[in-house]
């Protein structure tokens, strides 16, 4: 049996498993990029979203191709939601500029951050990102200095000044040397992903602290999907 084969084999038996259980959390996928009709990866993630109730997908550069941002309707969806996952490639060590964009405007003042500003208060937000270089290059000694999570500090605070519990990134990495069968196998993991977090399956408190999200999720997969 070939990995890809072995995989989806797999893959169905854990979403068998997966819907066997109550959903436990809302996610919001904050989705961004703005070339993605270039896109070898992310267009294919975000088409592979499981059809679960209680996951929402906002793809920021459809719905505000001039930029000119629905406060109230982003602020609802925030209300609404339990996780928040903002998903993009990581552009020139950051997010693509559309959701600076959107801090700028929906995290507002006593709505989001402030003495008054408790509407996020114990919700949880997750950056899943794609990066072209390979993990070895997001080290201290490596090609970029500094690890994935060091340079998303921004985010981290936002989320802390927001009262928000900023879990380590999902990070899917070397995306530029990437071949086909190693995309679908990445496509089939990311799927696997929402639906552990959307019911609440991967041990998030003891992920705190770690540089990304991966091995936690790898744990869960063990324990849902026979070997």
Not at 33 to 51: T, W
Not at 55 to 72: M, Q, R, S
Not at 97 to 116: M, T
């Amino acid at each position: 049996m070939s990995i890809l084969r072995y995989h989806q084999y797999n893959l169905a038996l854990f979403f068998f498993n997966a819907h066997m259980s109550t959903p436990m959390n809302k996610i919001l996928i904050l989705f961004a990029h703005p070339a993605l009709d270039k896109s070898r990866v992310h267009r294919r993630l975000i088409r592979a979203v499981p059809d679960l109730p209680g996951i929402t997908v906002n793809d920021l550069y459809d719905a505000y191709p001039d930029f000119d941002i629905d406060v109230a309707r982003e602020q609802g969806l925030l209300a609404a939601h339990d996780l928040i996952i903002l998903q993009h490639p990581f552009y020139w060590y950051s997010t693509p500029a559309i959701i600076k964009q959107w801090e700028d405007l929906v995290l507002e003042h006593g709505w989001a951050y402030g003495s008054q500003g408790a509407a996020l208060r114990g919700k949880r937000l997750l950056s899943l990102i794609t990066t072209g270089g390979a993990a070895a290059a997001y080290r201290h000694e490596g090609y970029n200095r500094f690890t994935v999570r060091e340079l998303l500090a921004p985010i981290e605070q936002t989320a802390y000044l927001c009262g928000m519990e900023y879990l380590p990134p999902y990070l899917i990495q070397g995306t530029h040397r990437m071949d086909e069968d190693e995309i679908e196998l990445e496509v089939g993991r990311y799927r696997q992903l929402l639906a552990l977090l959307h019911a609440g399956r991967i041990d998030l408190d003891a992920a705190r602290g770690q540089p990304s999200l991966n091995p936690s999720f790898d744990r869960a997969i063990s324990q849902e999907v026979p070997t």
